[in-house]
């Protein structure tokens, strides 16, 4: 089967049971896309398909096919870090960083969708868990960036 | 210019935001095999018999191993051996592992397991500690104590405990109930084994003490510690739960042996809450004497603590969860009785702020309790009570910086304490509560051979980039990012010239770890020393190039300059390579060792630290009474962590601190039924969401502690305990109920508000002005 990941095309040939997490993490060595629970429940493997986010670690990987899927190690491009990864570090929104590759999809999800609130925001990351930070630090960086975007 | 003491980000940010920083985990080698752990359905057995036969001929196996090949005990003390890699002879808990099997895919390898064929006889079960604290009939481990199931029995009594009692004006006793909870950093234990064909054996692992991890596999594998690595990749959180060796670390080694390929672990999330080793389940009685004027005179703690089925760090769990006691208030008499029971749970262990917080919370309340029985206001109680700086506790804990009254003077500032106290309407409240906890513990866990708690290598060679190496571990928290800072402002660099080296012990000098909130100060001091012995190569060499007094010389901006002259400056990189054409890279090494205190007496060293931080909490609150949900509105935290060396991640740690304490609070449980852990997943267990989170307004008040590097104290542990406790004071005032049986579920604080309304009503407990009309 063919796909897109990041913008580039693969061809792969996953068995039928292969998980998406694993597809991209095990096959494609794009390691940045995290596993912290098998459930759903953590929203650490977030991924985009066609934009929209997506638990890798419930997905199949057959279900990708001829899809366009954006890992965390698309999400900056040949300009350097995103606006909302440069958010993040200045305004310590993570710590140990296992959230990150996730924290970063699912906001960027909702920054897509148009300017959120405060409220949208925490919503597009109640299914991303983080240990370390309290998320008050996250949401400021989101916010930071819808600012910048938007105007306050 | 300085790096100290301003928010700097995380020095390893820009990887981990990236998704490129390397995780366990993600660390693969060549030719490597997938290892999986076969786990006992049973609490508590005898093995029968074990029958790999057929798991061993699935296609891809490469080795199978039991308990029997490798039986030697190891534990993160070196007194309480109780654990091993995998079961010998008999299960002490369900998820234990029995089998490991190593094979060419983690697929092959579940098949493997599949097929494994393990025969018990049960043995008697222990779920409750009061059981195990009596005579009983099967003993988990030979170790406990006489013919009971008890690990660890603490008895201490400083002062006239007896009188103070016998003589208050006021006694008030708490009995507080406290669920186990669990660490639950988002990445699983993970760990890569690699032993070489040089008989060389390298471990990754997401660990806290790769210095322990070590120990632990060159004693249980009978390698010499010198073929033994420990590398530290990033960590993905650890609040403890990655503070022990752990048997799959030993297991992925053994494999790796048997197998002659590296091979690879990474535990399942259920894996992860099997392997526990978090805050114990307790059941503490905490009185507290008082005279007419609300001075204390005595402290009466008792603590069972069920340790689950191993030791882990519990003799310290034990002690700590009196001796942490004794502040911030001046208590001129203290008795504790400690008791730590094994069950045939998942062991407990060592879980930020490590055995202080479930009698805090009973303390906390209890102050709480007294101060309504004076009929004063609990922040004025708490003012009268606390101890001043450059003190000494009754059990010899030397308080060096204290600014617990200025933390309360701001929390109470902040919140507008006094026109809200009583005073909002039912259903809303506030409440105070604080805290204080070690700098890092002053006598290390390992003594022989004696070293320094912590020592930090400096390393410059021409191109002007100054390597770290520490064994510190950084898990998240962001111990390299500080330590750059401190070395980086000494040198007078910019910080990007810094590059802290991972963990190797190959290559690091040993430092005991990340435990016990003891990095900053200690690394901290060693870092800086380290950097100080550098900058004296470079003003040598500034002195040889300019004919001025070396130690004339300051650093800052990249070069060498006389204060007064600053025309007489030398450039950093000039003076760099000055000072090496005759010796090569320059190198500098700096050590701390915390200095001798405590008393003589049996456990006088537990909970002595070089220094302690300080914390007054205030929250504010509103009762759904309907619902019986706790919504946590505001917490404005205090904390003394003397002078931060980076406020934005001292904030960090005070945030996600209240984070965990809320989700004990509130809802996270080890459910048990019997021994039976009825949650192991995090859909079920019941964390803080981000909408849940309340208002966090972080005041950092201190002074420079005399002997914190840069005058910074430890901010990792103490932001905790004083949570739990600042918001069931301010379920208190909001309706009027005590809460002493933790987690406060909506379905528990309903009932209670239910009974409370058969009962007569609900209301608001009466203003400490309004009790004498
Ligand atoms: S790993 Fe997919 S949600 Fe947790
Ligand atoms: S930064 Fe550690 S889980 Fe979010």
Same mark, same amino acid.
């Given at each position: 089967m063919k796909l897109r990941v990041n913008g580039l095309e693969y061809e792969v040939h996953p068995p039928p049971e292969r998980l998406l997490v694993d597809l991209l993490r095990e096959d494609l060595h794009l390691t940045g896309t995290k596993r912290g629970c098998e459930d759903g429940s953590c929203g650490a493997c977030t991924v985009l398909v066609d934009r929209e986010p997506r638990h890798a670690c419930l997905t199949l990987a057959h279900m990708v096919e001829g899809r366009d899927v954006t890992t965390i190690e698309g999400a900056s491009s040949s300009f350097g870090l995103s606006s909302l990864q440069r958010a993040l570090i200045e305004n310590g929104?993570?710590?140990?960083?296992?959230c990150a590759p996730g924290m970063v999809l699912a906001v960027e999800a909702c920054l897509l969708r148009g300017k959120p609130t405060r409220e949208e925001i925490r919503e597009a990351i109640a299914g991303n868990y983080c240990r370390c930070t309290g998320y008050a630090k996250i949401v400021d960086a989101a916010e930071k960036v819808v600012r910048e975007r938007w105007g306050p | 210019m300085t790096k100290v003491g301003n928010r700097i980000p995380l020095v390893d940010a820009p990887l981990k935001v990236a998704g490129t920083a390397t995780y366990a985990g993600d660390i693969a080698r060549s030719g490597m095999l997938a290892g999986k752990i076969v786990r006992s359905p049973e609490a508590h057995a005898r093995i029968l018999s074990i029958d790999v036969w057929e798991a061993a001929s699935e296609p891809g196996v490469a080795a199978i191993l039991t308990g029997d090949r490798y039986p030697v005990p190891f534990g993160v003390l070196p007194i309480t051996h109780d654990e091993t890699m995998l079961a010998v002879r008999?299960?002490? /808990? +369900? *998820?234990? *592992?029995?089998v490991a099997i190593a094979a060419t895919s983690i697929e092959a390898a579940e098949r493997a397991a599949r097929k494994v064929r393990v025969e018990y006889e049960r043995l008697p079960e222990y779920d409750d500690p009061e059981v195990s604290a009596g005579p009983v009939t099967e003993k988990i481990h030979e170790r406990a104590v006489g013919n009971t199931n008890l690990q660890k029995e603490v008895q201490q009594s400083f002062g006239p405990v007896d009188e103070a009692f016998r003589d208050a004006a006021h006694i008030v006793t708490v009995r507080g109930r406290f669920a186990g909870v669990t660490h639950a950093a988002l990445e699983p234990h993970a760990v890569v084994a690699d032993f070489a064909s040089d008989g060389r054996l390298t471990v990754w692992s997401s660990t806290q003490v790769p210095h322990y991890l070590h120990l632990a596999l060159s004693e249980v594998l009978g390698i010499p510690e010198h073929r033994v690595r420990v590398v530290k990749p990033t960590? *993905? !959180? !650890?609040? *403890? !739960?990655?503070g022990d060796p752990f048997p799959h670390e030993l297991v992925a080694a053994a494999l790796s042996i048997e197998a002659q390929r590296p091979v690879r672990i990474v535990l399942g999330r259920e894996e992860v809450f099997y392997l526990n080793h978090g805050r114990h389940p307790t059941r503490n009685t905490v009185r507290i004497a008082a005279d007419a004027e609300g001075q204390l005179r005595g402290l009466d703690v008792d603590a069972l603590i069920d340790g689950g089925a191993a030791s882990s760090f519990g003799t310290v769990t034990t002690y700590y969860n009196g001796v942490l006691s004794v502040g911030p208030y001046h208590i001129p008499a203290f008795r504790y009785r400690g008791r730590r029971a094994y069950t045939n749970k998942p062991p407990s262990g060592a879980m930020r702020a490590h055995g202080s917080v479930n009698t805090r919370y009973s303390i906390e309340v209890g102050m709480d309790m007294l101060a309504e029985e004076l009929h004063v206001d609990p922040t004025e109680l708490r003012l009268r009570n606390f101890l001043p700086p450059d003190t000494t506790t009754l059990n010899g804990f030397r308080i060096t910086s204290n600014s617990v009254a200025r933390c309360l003077g701001a929390a109470r500032a902040r919140s507008e304490w006094t026109s809200k106290f009583r005073a909002l309407p039912l259903g809303e409240g506030i409440g105070v509560a604080c805290g204080f906890f070690i700098s890092g513990s002053n006598s290390p866990i390992h003594f022989t051979p004696k070293f320094p708690q912590s020592t930090v290598h400096l390393k410059i060679d021409v191109d002007g980039g100054v390597t770290v190496h520490s064994g510190a571990a950084d898990i998240g928290q962001g111990s390299d990012t500080v330590l750059a800072q401190i070395v980086a402002d000494v040198l007078g660099v910019g910080i990007d010239r810094v590059r802290v080296a991972a963990v190797d012990t190959d290559t690091a000098p040993v430092d005991l770890g990340s /435990? &016990? &909130?003891r990095v900053t100060f200690m690394m901290g001091n060693a870092a800086r020393r380290a950097a100080e012995a550098m900058l004296a190569q470079l003003r040598n060499a500034a002195a040889q190039i300019t004919g001025q007094p070396a130690e004339k010389f300051v650093a800052a901006e990249d070069r060498l300059s006389l204060p007064d002259h600053p025309e007489v400056a030398v450039a950093y990189l000039d003076a760099v390579h000055a000072a090496m054409e005759h010796t090569g890279a320059l190198q500098s090494s700096g050590s701390y060792e915390s200095p001798r205190i405590g008393g003589d007496f049996k456990g006088a060293r537990a909970g002595t630290s070089p220094s302690y931080s300080f914390a007054a909490y205030v929250a504010q609150v509103k009762v759904d009474t309907d619902l019986g949900r706790i919504r946590v509105k505001n917490v404005w935290a205090a904390f003394d962590? !003397? +002078?931060?060396?980076n406020p934005l991640l001292v904030e960090g740690q005070i945030e996600g601190s209240i984070h965990m304490g809320l989700g004990q609070l509130l809802g996270e449980e080890m459910h048990y039924r019997g021994t039976r852990l009825m949650n192991p997943s995090l859909l079920e267990y019941r964390t803080i969401s981000p909408e849940d989170m309340p208002e966090v307004e972080c005041l950092l008040v201190g002074d420079a502690d005399p002997e914190g590097p840069f005058g910074a104290k430890e901010a990792g542990e103490g932001p905790l305990p004083p949570v739990l406790p600042a918001v069931a004071n301010a379920v208190y005032d909001a309706i009027g109920i005590r809460f002493l049986d933790l987690p406060l579920t909506p379905d528990k604080v309903w009932r209670a508000i239910e009974a409370r309304r058969k009962e007569g009503g609900l209301v608001k407990p009466p203003r400490p002005e309004d009790h004498d009309r």
């Open positions: 929104g993570l710590q140990c960083g296992f | 008999k299960v002490r /808990y +369900r *998820g234990e *592992g029995v960590v *993905g !959180g !650890g609040f *403890g !739960g990655k /435990y &016990s &909130s962590c !003397g +002078r931060p060396i």
